[in-house]
């Protein structure tokens, strides 16, 4: 597995290798004893899975008790992080990459990050392994396109597919973090 520390502290990029043959191809998507070997010390404890459409924008999300590790399992998205951990060195910064099913690539959040992506084809199938079980209370939010955060989605003019919870989310100086 190649390993590459992302310039957002802690956050890393990790791809597997790919077995490819006439029939498609195998790739090991986790494995506890190599993803500790990799730094990687929380136990994951829920998988989640979302199909979105072209042009569908989650996010942004997160949750201080939760790591992820994210990956795509159909299609293609653009995927972002950003570290909102007010002690942190890349406090408010962001990182983006485009992860495909083909490429073997994902993304390690750490705790207090939020996350989200952009589904680039139709019918992307997203993956994500959690550090803690989902609870609505303890989740927090930050739009899209907060000007604090400035994140350059590959939207090419169009407008994002939005749910209206997310179309909603708040703005980091609404949250006091600005």
């Known amino acids: 597995m190649k390993i590459e520390q992302l310039p957002l502290a802690e956050a890393l990029l990790l791809t597997s290798r790919i077995f490819t043959d006439e ?27 979302s199909l979105s459409h072209r042009d569908v924008l989650r996010g942004l999300h997160g949750d201080r008790r939760m790591a992820k590790l994210a990956s795509v ?40 990050f939020v996350h989200g992506f952009l589904a680039l084809e139709d019918d992307s199938i997203f993956l994500y392994k959690q550090s803690a079980a989902y609870d609505p209370g303890c989740e927090f939010a930050v739009a899209w396109n907060d000007a604090g955060l400035g994140i350059e989605w590959p939207l090419g003019g169009r407008r994002p597919i939005l749910s209206p919870r997310d179309a909603a989310n708040p703005t980091l100086a609404s949250l006091g973090l600005a």
């Open 73 to 112: 399992v159909r299609g293609s998205v653009f995927d972002v992080i950003a570290d909102l951990r007010p002690d942190s060195l890349t406090y408010r910064r962001w990182w983006g990459t485009t992860l495909r099913a083909t490429d073997g690539r994902q993304v390690y959040v750490p705790q207090g």
């Open 23 to 49: 029939r498609g191809f195998f790739r090991e998507t986790y494995s506890l004893d190599r993803y500790r070997e990799c730094g990687i010390k929380e136990t994951f404890v829920q998988d989640s899975l």
